[in-house]
């Protein structure tokens, strides 16, 4: 199909691209990724294009042919009532993924939690804690974290031989002050953001690798600034990230007496409010 590009798929609207290939698309990648829940991301070309709707409607449907009939009974309905129930499918898919997502995790020692991309929370199905739980305290829960702790180090970049993961944080080493959930037992940092596959001394080539990324937030970074009133130099104080947003209101001139963040004052120079 000329829609299937290299890199994405591409195409005019509604005669290369309609509400059925879309929802075959939502479907198919919805059966090939797997994954427990997928994003869609919209933009104002949505008022427009049916589009994005078949694609959350494939990917809610998930795999198989036998939604495919329910799908043109629920194209029969009108718009209109169609939206009013669609927030009712929502809800009832997603406590319907969760139960299958706790039923996975019984079964396993050890599974994921979702974190940031540059780290991957790991989470052990301890006895006494989860409701399932498979893994004793004490020897039994020092020997599996690390027999995992040192599979994951000998995971390396399949293209460059690099190690994979820089460095393993066990929970006690953590500051989970605020942390709102079940935290993670062990944060994986990796060293390589985008590998093409992944090679692993037990397990071999592991591939395709999904939702890999060039870059993402890390805790430490830099800002640079330059202006015909800003004098060269290093910051005095540590930047907040919350005073990025204050100070380039207050360079604006607007009022930003209400807001979490303060202006830089070597930046936007009179402090706050100014």
């Known amino acids: 199909m000329a829609v299937f590009k290299a890199y994405d798929i591409r195409g005019t609207v509604p005669d290369q691209l309609d509400a059925d290939l879309a929802y075959g698309v939502g479907r198919a990648t919805a059966r090939f990724i797997g994954a427990a829940r997928l994003a869609v991301g919209l933009s104002y070309v949505d008022a427009i ?25 629920e ?15 929502e809800r009832i898919s997603l406590k319907v993924t969760e139960e299958l997502r ?7 020692r050890y599974f994921s ?34 027999h995992l702790s040192r599979e994951l180090h000998a995971l390396t970049d399949g293209r460059t031989g690099k190690p994979l993961v820089e460095r393993i944080i066990r929970q006690e080493d953590l500051d989970l002050t605020g942390y ?44 640079m600034a330059a202006g015909p009133t800003i004098r060269p130099g290093r910051l005095e104080d540590t930047v907040a990230l919350e005073d990025f947003a204050s ?12 807001t979490d963040g303060a202006p830089i004052r070597s930046i936007s120079p009179g402090g706050r409010g100014n």
């Not at 929370?121 to 690390?146: C, I, K, M, S």
């Open 75 to 89: 194209k029969a309905l009108p718009a209109w009532l169609r939206d009013l129930l669609q927030p009712i499918k």
């Open 49 to 73: 294009d049916p589009s994005p709707k078949a694609v959350r409607r494939g990917i809610s449907k998930g795999p198989g042919p036998e939604h495919y009939a329910e799908y043109q009974a």
């Open 247 to 258: 100070t380039i209101a207050g360079l604006l001139g607007l009022d930003v007496a209400e």
């Open 180 to 223: 709102d959930g079940d935290p993670p037992d062990l944060i994986v940092q990796w060293a390589v953001m985008d590998p093409p596959w992944i090679q692993s001394p037990t397990l071999g080539r592991i591939d395709p690798i999904y939702n890999n990324r060039a870059g993402d937030h890390r805790m430490l970074g830099f800002m």
């Open 113 to 146: 939690i979702p974190t940031q991309d540059p780290a991957a929370g790991v989470r052990f199905n301890l006895a006494g804690r989860e409701t399932h739980g498979l893994v004793e305290p004490g020897e039994q829960y020092d020997a599996v974290v690390e």
């Open 102 to 108: 706790k039923g996975d995790r019984a079964k396993r």
